[in-house]
């Protein structure tokens, strides 16, 4: 594929498509604006960290994801992002370094708006955690020791989001999170 084919190709996505160079984006492909707000020009040179609801998610989020991808040239979780307008909505993100020595130096990201899939309750950012980490089928043990929380403490935050989903059990709350019919 020569590069004009590659470049209507990018464009075209059916997915959104950003060029990162430590974590700005250096061009965006057409869904990707669609997703986001305005045009794909206007993302040109942008830091990512605008459309994250703060800087320490930014942060955290960097920090879990450069560790995963200096282990596989490749990343990907389920977040809550920011639009231009700032509203904010559930994204599954997903990333593959051109760099694998320097992971964030250069890569190719995807991103998809799973905002119907769903529901967007307010959560601090350490109930965030816990929820994408429970959806991913870890024990309260298990998501303790990947954040470096007590289970005890995992619990409590499970309990918040029990009620704040309106959740009787934890099967309920994962099909809740992952957009599952009940």
């Known amino acids: ?20 160079e ?13 997703i986001f ?7 040109a040179d942008r830091p990512l960290r605008d459309f994250y609801p703060s800087e320490a998610e930014f942060e955290r989020i960097g ?11 490749e990343y990907h979780d389920e977040r809550i992002m920011r639009r231009a307008d700032g509203d904010l909505f559930w994204c599954r993100v997903r990333g593959q370094s051109l760099t694998p020595e320097d992971p964030f130096r250069h890569g190719i990201w995807s991103f998809a708006d799973i905002s119907d899939e769903r529901p967007l309750v307010q959560l601090t950012p350490r109930e965030r955690e816990v929820a ?19 289970y005890r ?21 994962v099909a809740k999170l992952s957009g599952m019919p009940l």
């Open 63 to 73: 920090a879990r994801g450069l560790a995963v991808m200096r282990r596989t040239g």
């Open 22 to 34: 430590n974590r700005v984006i250096r061009r965006a492909n057409r869904r990707f604006s669609m």
């Open 37 to 43: 707000g305005g045009t794909a020009a206007e993302y």
């Open 153 to 173: 403490t995992v619990e409590a935050h499970r309990a918040r989001l029990l009620d704040k989903f309106g959740a009787r059990k934890l099967p309920e709350l």
């Open 1 to 20: 594929m020569n590069s004009s084919n590659a470049d209507i190709a990018f464009f075209h996505a059916p997915i959104g498509l950003v060029e990162l």
């Open 132 to 150: 994408i980490l429970t959806c991913r089928g870890l024990s309260a043990k298990e998501v303790g020791a990947d954040l470096g929380l007590s």
